[in-house]
Every structure is written in structure tokens, then in C-alpha cells.
């Protein structure tokens, strides 16, 4: 199976190996992650102003290339992920936006909205299947406790994301079981790091990054694993005694393709 697939800016940079993780371990599991050619920054942030239509364009851009190749969309990271569900979920639903999208790229084409777009642990749970996952595992957890941080944009707004309950979810739990391991239900999982902040206000993304990472480790988790690479540094940052790895590490760790990724990702 193919998929066109938008990797973001973090993972072409700062953070490669989260990148080749995604990649072969779709390979293991039967799916072939095609590159949008010539994509740019989603730009990081959805804005919710009706009137902004610029910067969402390069969003609508990676959903048209999707289109144009009748494959669904998959992104790897949540921030990524919710400015482009957000958008074309815009698409859809506001026909004064749609329009203007459509007037700015009249010379592509335009745009109608109808790429499915999948986070890629939606593609691990709705196309692939974590049955199938499980029997591809070749290092199993082995019962270690995990505990599964969401953060923030992954799941909201619960009306257009649509992939989990976002105050009860268990996608990544799932997956964790699927690997081995014991997911820990801890209070703070949901709750905001204080990421788009640490600049601004770094005593207070300490805070809630330690407050996060503490809550965690009452609960006997021995690592900590996100989809947003945003919360990883940022729980990082503020974190010695609680490893916190991307979500794509946990699964390539797990399918044995670990090593070989990091070699080719240096």
C-alpha cells in the first residue's frame, strides 16, 4: 500500500531519526510512505481567524498533492497533523474559505476538500491493525510500563481530529499493548507541557513539563512516550530520570529495525 505522507519540518530536521523510524517500519508493515515533493512548513499553528487564508495555503497544497495521486494523507506529527486536519476540515465546511483557497490557487487546480487525511498512528490502528502489528513484533516490551503523554493537539478539537476520546483515549495504550508492554493511566496525560511557551515563560513550562513527567513516575512508568515533538523537548528538557522517547522510536525498537534506522539516519 501507498501513501503520500507529509513529514513536517521538525522531523526533517532537528529530529531525522523519528523520520526513518516512521519510514521502515511502515516497510515492515506493508506500507510505502511517498513523500509530498516540494512541501513547505504547514505552519505551525491553525489560526482560527476566518479571514487568514495565506498561511494555510501550503497545507492545502499537501492535501491537493495527496489528492491529485488519489492516496490518503498521512503526518507523523501532531502539531503538523492538526493544522492540516483542521484545514481541510475548513475546506469542507466553510464555503467562504474554500473559495478563497480556491480563487489563490485557481491555476493549480483548486481544491474540494476530499483527501482523507490519517495521523500515522490512525494508519497503525485503522489500515494496518494492531493484531497485524503484534505479530510483526520480534522485541516485545516484555511487560515494561509505559506511560503514554498526548499533550495538547493531537486530539483537539474532538469534533474535527475524530480520533480518540480526548479525555479518555487509548490509541497509544493499544499500540503499547500490541508491542508488549503495560501502558500506565496516569492523571495528567491529557494535560498541556507548557511547549509553546518555553520561551516566553520558561519557570512555567518547567512546571507543567515536571508536573507531567512526576505524575507519570508515581504511577511506575519507566519511560514516557508523545507524538509531538514539540512535548518531547520539552519534557526532555526538564526531565533526568525519566527517559521520553517519540511514539515511531517505541515501534522500531519493537520491529527490530531500531539499529538499522539510526545508522542510516547519522
Known sequence: MKVSYFPGCTLKTKAVKLDEYARRCAEVLGVTLEEIENWQCCGGVFTTSKDEVATKLSSVRVLKAAQDKEQVLVTVCSACHNVVK????????????ADKVNRYMAAEGGYDGTTKVYHYLELLRDVVGFDKIKEKVVKPLNGEKIAVYYGCLLLRPGTVMKMDDPENPKIIEDLIRALGGEPVIYNKRNECCGGYVTMENPAFAEKKSQSITENAKSFGASRMITACPLCKYNLEKHEEELPVVY????????????????????
Do not use: P, R
Not at 483542521?86 to 474559505?97: G, W
Not at 511514539?247 to 547519522?266: I, P
Open 86 to 97: 483542521q484545514t481541510n476540515h475548513q475546506v469542507q465546511t466553510d464555503k467562504e474559505f
Open 247 to 266: 511514539f515511531t522510536e517505541l515501534l522500531a525498537e519493537a520491529l527490530g529495525v531500531k539499529e538499522d534506522a539510526d545508522e542510516s539516519a547519522e
